[in-house]
């Protein structure tokens, strides 16, 4: 196993965040509720947010996911601060400017977009003036298969014309989502990973419609634009917005996956904490059957095991993220899977135990509880299924093996 210490500056960038998080990100979160009350139909970003990224960027944390930009970090240095984002998932992340599904596009145009295309889109994703949505899954396909995508992406001279619809776009309900990057089939006849390309589409080009809102277990996620059902009716754009070359959209699809797993974890471990912290909090104050929950033996094995878990878990992220910036996301491409299957399965079943501490009070609005629970069930859906990478990481075990 590789040095799994943070470098200097990515330890002082994490205290920073500490400090951050706990003095303003967490007492904002009841400004923000606030906020979104007073505005149910609104989708744009809200005022409080805007402040937080103010002081953010004051105090250097912002946009350090994206490993080789300037002021950014490893992703072992990455992963403490993104962790302790995950306390606030609301705000955190977007306070940093390394909320989704916008980290995954910027790395996308980091890649693999033109001088052209990075001027209009990534230097205003950078700074937080313009927000994007990524268009990749389809209500019609079980997109668990990326290779199943039906959105058609057709040359028509200088112009690229498309045609499907696509939803839980992350990000669409947004009126700041001025960039669409949608994923659709350009050439039917290749090989089944050849098919797909990405294109860069405009929010306000003619026929793109942002149909309706969807939610998580009720939850609509306004606070990051939500999640869309998108319809693209005979959309025409530049064929100079083809993103990385025709044909290469299956393999772009999974560069961007990759790291966005990562952050995934990340995030969920500080969700984890903020629960067993708030857990810790009621089992010492709440009293049952003439004692505090706190002296209960069950209480107690379950805090223990939910301990050794994320510690254990945590080990693997870091492992993971060291890998990845010595020998790249593709490297790294197992202990990603790795990650991507145990640790939202792990926060979920340790959110539920402290719902289940917290009695009804955990599954009401009172605390972030159910919101976590319902974050933490969602990631063994996003980004590919469990299933998915269950299958895939033991082929790649047995190939290994053999």
């Known amino acids: 196993m590789s040095d799994l210490t943070p470098s200097p500056r990515g330890a002082a960038l994490a205290e920073v965040m500490r400090d951050f998080l706990h003095r303003s990100v967490i007492p ?30 004051s105090l250097g944390l912002w946009n350090l996911f994206l490993p080789g930009h300037d002021g950014s970090l490893t992703n072992l240095d990455y992963a403490p601060i993104a962790e302790l984002s995950g ?12 909320a989704a599904p916008d980290t995954g596009n910027m790395e996308l145009l980091h890649h693999f977009g033109t001088p052209e295309q990075q001027q209009r889109w990534l230097e205003p994703l950078l700074e937080a003036r313009i927000r994007s949505s990524f268009c990749m899954t389809e209500p019609d396909v079980a997109s668990s298969d990326a290779t199943n995508i039906r959105t058609a992406i057709e ?31 350009t050439d039917p006849d290749a090989a089944p990973h050849r098919r797909q390309s990405m294109v860069l589409v405009p929010r306000e080009t003619p026929g793109v419609t942002v149909i309706r809102p969807l939610t998580v277990f009720g939850y609509d996620d306004r606070d990051h634009g939500g999640h869309a059902e998108v319809d693209f009716d005979n959309v025409r754009v530049p064929a100079a917005n ?15 996956l990759g ?29 049952a059957f003439g004692r505090p929950l706190a002296e209960h033996g069950v209480v107690r094995q379950r805090f223990a095991a939910a ?16 890998l990845m910036d ?26 539920d135990d402290c719902i289940q501490l917290f009695g009804a009070a955990g599954v009401g609005g009172d605390t972030p509880l159910a919101e976590f629970f319902a974050g933490a069930r969602a ?9 998915v990478h269950l299958e895939s990481l033991g082929r790649a075990m047995l190939r290994t093996a053999d």
């Open 28 to 57: 904002a979160e009841p400004v923000l509720a606030e906020q979104l009350a007073a505005a149910p139909g609104e989708w744009s970003t809200r005022p409080v947010v805007r402040e937080l990224q103010a002081e953010a960027r």
């Open 87 to 98: 306390w606030s998932p609301k705000l955190a992340p977007i306070a940093m400017n390394c």
């Open 155 to 185: 040359r028509d001279g200088d112009d690229l014309v498309v045609t499907g619809r696509k939803w839980w776009s992350t990000g669409a309900m947004n009126p700041d989502a001025a960039l669409f990057i949608v994923m659709g089939v």
């Open 242 to 256: 083809l993103l990385g070359g025709a044909g290469g959209g299956f393999a772009i699809a999974q560069a961007r």
């Open 259 to 287: 790291p966005g797993r990562i952050h995934h974890c990340m995030r969920s471990l500080g969700m984890a904490e903020r629960a067993l912290e708030l857990a810790r909090e009621r089992a010492q104050q709440r009293v």
């Open 307 to 322: 301990r050794v878990e994320l510690s254990s878990l945590r080990l693997l992220v870091l492992q993971t993220a060291a």
């Open 326 to 351: 010595t020998v790249g996301n593709r490297g790294a491409r197992t202990e990603i899977q790795a990650i991507k299957i145990a640790v939202p399965a792990a926060v979920q079943r340790i959110v």
């Open 379 to 387: 990631l063994r859906l996003a980004d590919g299924p469990d299933e």
